[in-house]
């Protein structure tokens, strides 16, 4: 079906709104803004999740308002949402911790979905958002489709890469050999150097508190993706299995798709066998961490929103399945 | 998006007494994202944010919640939107220019005082949000100022926005060849540079580039709480001047320190001051309200 024809036969009913609303979660209530396509029925609905970083929900440069706008003209419902402690929400700041995102969040937006009588949900997440999703994806069976932009693989707080690239790369020994730099003994005495050194110490002491309990690595996967978070392993297996669509999103020159391609190499492809044509990996050129330009953000607009557009949703289809492997398609899994 | 039909309303009770109003309305040919926030027992005064814009919106953003929320809870009604063309408001934000910013704040203070039931405000601005402040204080019934490390010169303002620019493409190494003002060009030819992940259109630097807020509030005699923010022990000179252009006319200026930069342009962790900000600014309003 021409895409152009099947988004005329979406056309709404009434004039799409956007309008605040409340959610209730475990945290604190919620703020959330939710763009109405005033169709009669909305059984599949787009949830859009931050990353961290302290980004309300309007994400950087209003890329969640603009995705909104377009894929409610679309006729898709979008909730997007602040997580607790950050933005027009209630409780108290939170710390970005990879292997404990924001689950209960998740689940009272998906909660406030299904009080409207949405059955099927498509999210949509950016680093921290997309852990928070493959997190929550398990405890929704309402899932269906899921667009995960520069999801970090590992384990750890947000803002500790270095630390952990220095836990992985670093013996003990080189470790000391470091610490006893002069440069280092002198910043000692700035209270800020001394927290990042200290972070520094924490995350390899860490790994190696791990190493001698055996805690880690798990004996689930291939010890060569040990080095990868289990809490994104599992979903990521689990998830296409149950029938759930994934696409990774990543820049082409960014240290999360240099740690997604390690984790290819290391066999992470071998956890969609049996879920063909469900996972789908695109890159874009440059950088889409952060969002740190009107270029990328455009683009990354344009591939979501394409993206969710040409899904086979309900009892319709809004675009070919054909269509996302004609463009910027670079690897399916 | 087509037209908003009615604004619906997000309604929250806080604990401690005060109910939280959101809304995105119908204004101007375009919709604005407002919240009110009204103590239980009625508002002895109202207090209007005017919000920063570009990436030092998000940098602010939980902090003038947070202000909202602390003023409220202690009797005080609070006003909070977003300019048209930023945030959850309508528009574009190649539309956004200085004067569009005050036209949204002066709706917002009239809607403030309606909706708050108040006839007094005081005006929190901070970064450009304060040049707002400025200039709506001329218009609106202005009872005190509040900065928040105001943009005094819309110039040196404007230098800032492009040493950030190149300090991110020296870090992202897309500096090669560009030259230091290449970003002047561009601005004239596309009409439009991105800083950090924003679009500086050529309207809004237009409207900034000659402003100067001193100038704006000379002889205001109103109440003002100057806040600067960094490491040193003395006012700037840019803060200086604005110090003594309020004070010319006999207004009261108070001036505090908070020994901390907010990274304004890169928001990562939040300010481990901001507790003694918020109540600074608390105490000082409800000086206002007795």
């Not at chain 1, 929400?89 to 911790?97: E, L, N, Q, R």
């Not at chain 2, 005082?113 to 405000?121: A, F, I, M, N």
């Not at chain 2, 040196?156 to 300090?167: C, G, H, M, S, V």
Request: include cysteine; hydrophobic fraction near 40%; glycine fraction near 10%.
């Amino acid at each position: 079906m021409n895409v152009e024809a099947a988004l005329h036969d979406a056309l709404p009913a009434r004039d799409p709104r956007e309008y605040p609303v409340v959610i209730p979660a475990v945290g604190g209530d919620l703020c959330g803004v939710f763009a109405d396509p005033g169709t009669p029925t909305n059984e599949t609905a787009v949830l859009l999740l931050v990353g961290g970083g302290f980004i309300p929900m309007t994400h950087r440069n209003r890329m969640w308002v603009r995705l909104s706008r377009r894929l409610v003209n679309h006729g898709c419902p979008v909730l997007r949402f602040d997580y607790h402690g950050i933005g027009e929400s209630k409780g108290a700041t939170p710390d970005y911790v990879l292997d404990r995102p924001f689950v209960e969040d998740v689940e009272g937006a998906v909660q406030w979905l299904r009080g409207r009588g949405v059955t099927q949900i498509v999210m949509v997440g950016s680093c921290f958002g997309a852990r928070a999703i493959l997190a929550a994806g398990e405890r929704v069976p309402e899932l269906y489709a899921a667009a995960l932009l520069s999801p970090p693989l590992r384990r750890g707080a947000l803002g500790e890469q270095a630390a952990t690239r220095f836990a992985e790369t670093l013996t003990v020994r080189g470790y000391l050999r470091k610490a006893m730099q002069g440069r280092v003994l002198r910043r000692l005495r700035d209270p800020q150097w001394r927290a990042r050194y200290w972070r520094v110490a924490r995350v390899k002491l860490q790994r190696l508190s791990e190493s001698v309990s055996g805690g880690r690595p798990s004996r689930k996967f291939s010890p060569r993706l040990a080095w990868v978070s289990e809490a994104f392993l599992r979903p990521v297996q689990a998830l296409p299995h149950r029938g759930v669509r994934l696409c990774f999103m990543y820049g082409d020159q960014e240290a999360h798709y240099e740690e997604f391609q390690r984790a290819r190499e290391a066999g992470i492809d071998e956890l969609f066998q049996g879920a063909d044509g469900l996972v789908e990996v695109r890159t874009v050129a440059g950088v889409l961490h952060g969002f740190t330009t009107c270029a990328i953000q455009d683009r990354a607009i344009d591939e979501v929103s394409e993206w969710i557009l040409q899904l086979p949703i309900g009892e319709g289809r809004w675009a070919a399945d054909d269509r996302a492997n004609a463009r910027g398609v670079v690897g399916h899994a | 998006m087509g037209a908003v039909v009615e604004a619906e309303v997000a309604r929250r009770v806080d604990p401690s007494g005060f109910v939280e109003e959101a809304a995105i309305r119908p204004t101007g040919g375009s919709t604005v994202f407002e919240v009110a926030y009204l103590p239980a027992a009625g508002a002895r005064i109202g207090v209007v944010i005017c919000c920063p814009v570009l990436v030092e919106q998000l940098t602010n953003y939980r902090y003038e919640v947070l202000l909202a929320r602390s003023l409220a809870s202690r009797g005080v009604g609070v006003f909070r939107f977003h300019y048209r063309g930023t945030g959850h408001s309508g528009g574009e934000d190649s539309e956004l220019s200085l004067d569009t910013m005050v036209d949204d704040a002066l709706r917002a203070a009239e809607r403030a005082q309606t909706r708050l039931g108040v006839d007094r405000l005081v005006l929190v601005g901070t970064r450009l949000g304060a040049l707002v402040a400025g200039r709506v204080a001329r218009h609106a019934p202005t009872a005190g100022l509040v900065f928040w490390a105001p943009v005094v010169d819309g110039a040196r303002y404007l230098n800032e926005l492009i040493r950030a620019r190149l300090a991110r493409e020296l870090k992202d190494s897309r500096f090669a060849g560009a030259g230091t003002s290449a970003w002047k060009e561009e601005l004239e030819t596309r009409g439009w540079i991105d800083i950090l992940g924003y679009a500086l259109h050529s309207t809004l630097h237009r409207s900034v580039l000659h402003s100067r807020l001193d100038a704006d509030v000379e002889g205001a005699r109103i109440p003002a709480l100057l806040v600067q923010f960094g490491r040193g022990d003395s006012l700037r000179p840019d803060l200086s001047r604005l110090r003594n252009a309020l004070t010319e006319g006999g207004g009261r200026v108070d001036v505090r320190s908070i020994r901390e930069e907010p990274a304004w342009f890169f928001p990562s962790s939040p300010m481990k001051s901001a507790p003694r900000l918020l109540k600074m600014t608390t105490e000082w309003v409800l000086t206002l309200a007795q």
